[in-house]
T-cell receptor, first 114, second 115 residues
Framework: AQSVTQLGSHVSVSEGALVLLRCNYSSSVPPYLFWYVQYPNQGLQLLLKYTSAATLVKGINGFEAEFKKSETSFHLTKPSAHMSDAAEYFCAVNPGSNTGKLIFGQGTTLQVKP | EAQVTQNPRYLITVTGKKLTVTCSQNMNHEYMSWYRQDPGLGLRQIYYSMNVEVTDKGDVPEGYKVSRKEKRNFPLILESPSPNQTSLYFC??????????????FGDGTRLSIL
């Protein structure tokens, strides 16, 4: 069965510092992987997705993630945090054999300190 | 404007009283899906639909029903709501399934409280 684990329910960084949000997945088949962001009182917005093309995926707002099959990881990074990055972030996996199912991690709340 | 519209946005109701949360998209998307969001649990998929008249269970379908009689609408039905269905619900749609290059669009959410 597929699953997603996000390490750390809360991450706090200073403005300008590196952002690293961790995501590990389990999947018996090559997965599609996603990162979503949720701002307060809003729905989710796709940041980036991996669908078996380049392992380094660039997304919106300066975020990127690297698919590492050997580590079953898909960590999200941004070189320099901005105050507007404060939000909740969700990693999700879709088993590539069934493009309808989506399994989310528990979410990581990013706090950005001035 | 391309959007996914959910109604109602907020609802407080009582145990056992049937309710329907509507979801409509204006992007001619084939794929639609329902999720519930609970603190500490992230989002969990309830049902999804790959196209008209095609629906399938997600991870937490118990206590819910859906139908997809036309492309634009995907209502979520709670036949006999219970307090454990108190949650924030999101509907989403995308052009094809999740493997396509098109992103999934989310509605603004429906907050249900079952007393």
């Amino acid at each position: 069965a597929q699953s997603v684990t996000q390490l750390g329910s809360h991450v706090s960084v200073s403005e300008g510092a590196l952002v690293l949000l961790r995501c590990n997945y389990s999947s018996s088949v090559p997965p599609y992987l996603f990162w979503y962001v949720q701002y307060p009182n809003q729905g989710l917005q796709l940041l980036l997705k991996y669908t078996s093309a380049a392992t380094l995926v660039k997304g919106i707002n300066g975020f990127e993630a690297e698919f590492k099959k050997s580590e079953t990881s898909f960590h999200l990074t941004k070189p320099s945090a901005h105050m507007s990055d404060a939000a909740e972030y969700f990693c999700a996996v879709n088993p590539g054999s069934n493009t309808g199912k989506l399994i989310f991690g528990q979410g990581t709340t990013l706090q950005v300190k001035p | 404007e391309a959007q996914v519209t959910q109604n109602p946005r907020y609802l407080i109701t009582v145990t056992g009283k049937k309710l329907t949360v509507t979801c409509s998209q204006n992007m001619n998307h084939e794929y639609m899906s329902w999720y519930r969001q609970d603190p500490g649990l992230g989002l969990r998929q309830i049902y999804y639909s790959m196209n008209v008249e095609v629906t399938d269970k997600g991870d937490v379908p118990e206590g819910y029903k859906v139908s997809r009689k036309e492309k634009r609408n995907f209502p979520l039905i709670l036949e006999s709501p219970s307090p454990n269905q108190t949650s924030l619900y999101f509907c989403a749609s995308s052009y094809r399934g999740l493997g396509s290059n098109q992103p999934q669009h989310f509605g603004d959410g429906t907050r249900l409280s079952i007393l």
